[in-house]
């Protein structure tokens, strides 16, 4: 074998890798894509579907006020993040919004993601303990909100909107006077794409659920480009 068909033989070996790299990328997709969550119900019990497509819930727009005590409207055009807690909370509560704030730390630069905490305890989270309680966790340096509200609304929200369960135990069992026996809720995290669909729920106590977050906002802001 000469040397100039060894060193075509060679050529093609080591340039069909580089060559198909460079295809891929310049004409590549990622077709990796989120699931859709909450499908619709229609009257008579049976999914909704429309041009043969599932309909799918979308969060809906929403009004509270936030830690400078100012109305915040909540709308479905961003990729967003969204879970319930309470400040007082001993338990899920600093587990979850911790690891929260960490992935928020990702996206600081990005104001295409924004991460919004409600309490479920809006009677003793006024907007001055969420400010302060934002500002130990360094929320308020990130575009991370923290929202109260009239109570009943933010209850209806949770379980409407998000399904995700709420109560004040003390409301049916005035025995019930610690607080993280009080505040029933989940520990769950969603994520809202940027047309309002729910797209992932995670367990905001895990870190390997919270990394698994973090990738799939990753996925939705790739989809923007």
């Not at 690891?99 to 991460?115: G, Q, T």
Request: hydrophobic share 40%; glycine share 6%.
């Amino acid at each position: 074998m000469n040397k100039t068909l060894k060193a075509g033989i060679l050529f093609a070996i080591l340039g069909i890798p580089v060559l198909t790299f460079i295809f891929l990328k310049l004409f590549g997709k990622n077709n990796f894509d989120l699931p859709y969550f909450f499908p619709e119900i229609g009257d008579n019990g049976e999914v909704k579907v429309m041009a043969g497509d599932t309909v799918f819930s979308r969060m809906p727009p929403f009004t509270l006020v936030n830690a400078l005590g100012d109305s915040t409207v909540v709308r479905p055009d961003a990729i967003t993040v969204v879970n319930f807690f309470f400040s007082r909370c001993g338990t899920i509560c600093p587990i979850a919004n911790t690891n929260l704030v960490r992935i928020a730390e990702k996206f600081k630069n990005n104001p295409e993601v924004h991460f919004y905490g409600i309490t479920v305890d809006p009677k003793y989270d006024t907007p001055a303990v969420l400010k302060s309680y934002a500002r130990a966790l360094g929320m308020d340096r990130l575009h991370y909100d923290l929202l109260t509200g009239d109570k009943k609304y933010i209850y209806d929200l949770s379980i409407g909107a998000f399904r995700l369960p709420v109560a004040d135990a003390s409301e049916y069992d005035p025995k019930v006077t610690q607080v993280d026996e009080m505040f029933i809720h989940s520990d769950k995290v969603m994520l809202i794409d940027q047309d309002g669909h729910f797209r992932g729920i995670y367990s905001g106590t895990q870190k390997s659920e919270m990394d698994r977050l973090k990738v799939e906002i990753k996925v939705l802001l790739s989809h923007e480009q």
